[in-house]
Structures are given as structure tokens and as C-alpha cells.
């Protein structure tokens, strides 16, 4: 194998995606391609189409154009290479469930409705919880947990899956300094095991020490790459505007 079909194999090409609400572009043309093993910050304002973008990868909102490909294939509709971690407002804590029911929710892609689940989806789901550190918690109801616990509930699910991307939005938002900072550790561990890992993010100061590679929206796509090309003032004024960045980068060196 050559090593650009290599690096083809292992990417995730996002190509001329279009998405729109009731007619109304939410993204226009975007394309950007990023590989297995990276932590991409996807970042814009308010309304940039960072949350539409990540539906979109995860096959819950519908694009007008372009395509996704991964591992050189077109991706359509909800798979299980792909876990999307919603926001934590979006999730309803109250739910009757444990942070074991949780985890098992994962392999619902791969249990098909005529195979029970088995011994292999038991060890996916036990394998989960341990690597997230949650077997002490399992039995636990998801109401009760820290917001940083419930996180890692939700990573553990996307581990139970066996999915190779984790699209994740916003999941510092809320969390305590100590929640933060063991999610980032996470984050480590999951690009090491060779994830992709797309984290829409809000908090400028902090995307050159987490992230490998930014993307940055505001309506279209402003910059992509590593942080040192893409994570630049001007493209974040580009993004922000003047006004709005210099109000959200106070103390940020770039």
C-alpha cells in the first residue's frame, strides 16, 4: 500500500456539504479532510453551524449537497463508526436509567434486531466502563452522577459502539476545573488508541494546549488545518468579527 492510500484509508473527508434549515443555509460548501489519531476543535460563534455540522457527520441531519466519506467510503445516515455526544442540556438526566443501561445503548447499532445481545457485547460494554473508570458506578442512576461522570458515561458508550469518530458538542461546558482537566486527559487516551475525535468548543484560550487541529465556521468554512495554520487572529477575526474577538480572546496569544 502507497502511503497516500494509507492516509486515505484513515481519514474523514468532508466534501461540499450544504445543509439547510426550512431553506435556509446553516453551512455552505464546506470541505475539510482530517485523520484517525487527531483531537479537531470545530469552532465559530454562535450560530456558526458548529452543532449542524457535527449532525450532520453523525448522520442526523440531512445535507443539500456534498458528501462524507471515511475510510475512503461515503457515509450516509446514523452508522456505528460514528457516535455523536450531544450536548449535555439535551440529555434528559432524569431518565430511569443506570450508567450501565447507558453503556449498553452503545451496541444497539451492532445488535441487530434478530441477535441478543452476547457475551461479546457484555465484554464491549465491561471493557467500556473500566477504560472510563465507571464499573464502581454502573449500577448507579445517571441523575446522580457529576457533570464530568455523565461525560464519561457518553464516551463510554461511544466506546461500547466500537465508533472510530466521536463527534462530541461542547462537553466542557459546565463542567468544574477538576472535570475539565480529567476530560482532557481522556482525550489524550482516546487519540492515542488512533479515535478522531471532532469537539465543537467554545473556549479559545484552551484549543492549542487540547487540540491537534482546528476547524473554524462561520456560515462557510474560514480556515482548516493544524492550530498553528488555521488558529490565527486573523481567521478568528475573520470568524468573530473585531468586535466579538477581542471580547472572547482577552489574554489569548495568537
Excluded at 12 to 25: A, C, G, K, W
Excluded at 101 to 116: D, F, H, K, Q
Excluded at 125 to 131: K, T
Excluded at 201 to 230: K, Q
Aim: hydrophobic share 40%; proline share 4%.
Amino acid at each position: 500500500m502507497t502511503a497516500s492510500a494509507h492516509t486515505h484509508t484513515h481519514s474523514l473527508q468532508v466534501e461540499d456539504l450544504t445543509v439547510s434549515y426550512r431553506r435556509i443555509p446553516a453551512l455552505h460548501h464546506v470541505s475539510f479532510s482530517v485523520e484517525c489519531g487527531q483531537c479537531v476543535a470545530v469552532l465559530g460563534p454562535n450560530g456558526a453551524g458548529k452543532s449542524t455540522l457535527l449532525k450532520a457527520l453523525a448522520g442526523l441531519q440531512e445535507s443539500e449537497t456534498g458528501r462524507v466519506l471515511f475510510h475512503g467510503r461515503p457515509m450516509t445516515g446514523a452508522n456505528q463508526e460514528f457516535a455523536y455526544l450531544p450536548q449535555r442540556e439535551m440529555v434528559d438526566w432524569d431518565f430511569p436509567t443506570t450508567v450501565r443501561g447507558v453503556v449498553e445503548m452503545g451496541r444497539y447499532l451492532r445488535v441487530r434486531w434478530w441477535r441478543r445481545f452476547g457475551r461479546e457485547d457484555e465484554q464491549a460494554v465491561a471493557d467500556a466502563l473500566e477504560s472510563m473508570q465507571l464499573t464502581p458506578l454502573q449500577d448507579r442512576q445517571i441523575s446522580a452522577l457529576s457533570g464530568g461522570q455523565q461525560q464519561r458515561v457518553f464516551l463510554a458508550r461511544a466506546l461500547a459502539q466500537e465508533a472510530h469518530v466521536l463527534l462530541l458538542d461542547e462537553p466542557f461546558t459546565g463542567l468544574d476545573q477538576p472535570s475539565q482537566d480529567a476530560l482532557r486527559e481522556v482525550f489524550r487516551e482516546l487519540r492515542k488508541r488512533g479515535k478522531l475525535l471532532l469537539v465543537s468548543h467554545h473556549e479559545l484560550s484552551s484549543v492549542p494546549e487540547i487540540f491537534d487541529r482546528v476547524v473554524l465556521l462561520n456560515g462557510e468554512l474560514i480556515a482548516a488545518g493544524t492550530v498553528a495554520e488555521a488558529f490565527t487572529r486573523e481567521n478568528l477575526t475573520r470568524a468573530y468579527g473585531t468586535r466579538v474577538f477581542s471580547r472572547v480572546s482577552h489574554g489569548l496569544a495568537v
